[in-house]
């Protein structure tokens, strides 16, 4: 049942990008009542700039200054593949990632990826799920090769 901050379950998000490109191995390996989709226009309010600030800091926007940032990203088509992990009970995103398409001159396609996860569920295989949609995700673009930049302050066994 949604929560009132959930849209009704007959109004579709407005979605970054196709969740058909999601890899449904790593959709089928997440526990029950998470779920792994593109970034939505309204995530803004599920906590999305709070999971980033576990990377690094994150200067608080204004709702509709994140609104035109998601806008402005959605307008370079087949560039920039957010994703988000939500705890369907809470309306609040977990983790959170963003392939980075690079098209490139010699090599053809290569790509990077961020991954963050709030601190509460980093030992939850989370972070892992997210670089593993974003590697499909990588695969299904073109791309020839993955980078992951990580900060070794940022890793976790």
Request: aromatic share 6%; hydrophobic share 40%.
């Amino acid at each position: 049942m949604p929560t009132s901050r959930q849209p009704a379950e007959d109004t579709p998000l407005d979605l970054a990008f196709a969740q058909e490109l999601i890899s449904p191995e790593v959709t089928r390996t997440l526990p029950v009542g998470l779920t792994i989709r593109p970034l939505s226009s309204d995530d803004y309010s599920r906590g999305h700039l709070t999971v980033l600030s576990v990377l690094t800091m994150v200067k608080d926007l204004w709702a509709a200054a994140w609104a035109a940032q998601f806008h402005a990203i959605g307008s370079v088509p087949d560039t920039y593949y957010p994703l988000v992990i939500v705890d369907n009970t809470l309306d609040r995103i977990l983790a959170a990632g963003t392939l980075f398409v690079e098209r490139k001159f010699r090599h053809g396609t290569g790509s990077r990826r961020l991954v963050a996860v709030v601190t509460s569920q980093q030992r939850n295989r989370l972070g892992l799920r997210v670089a593993q949609a974003l590697v499909h995700i990588s695969g299904k673009a073109g791309c020839y090769k993955t980078v992951g930049n990580c900060v070794d302050a940022n890793i976790r066994e």
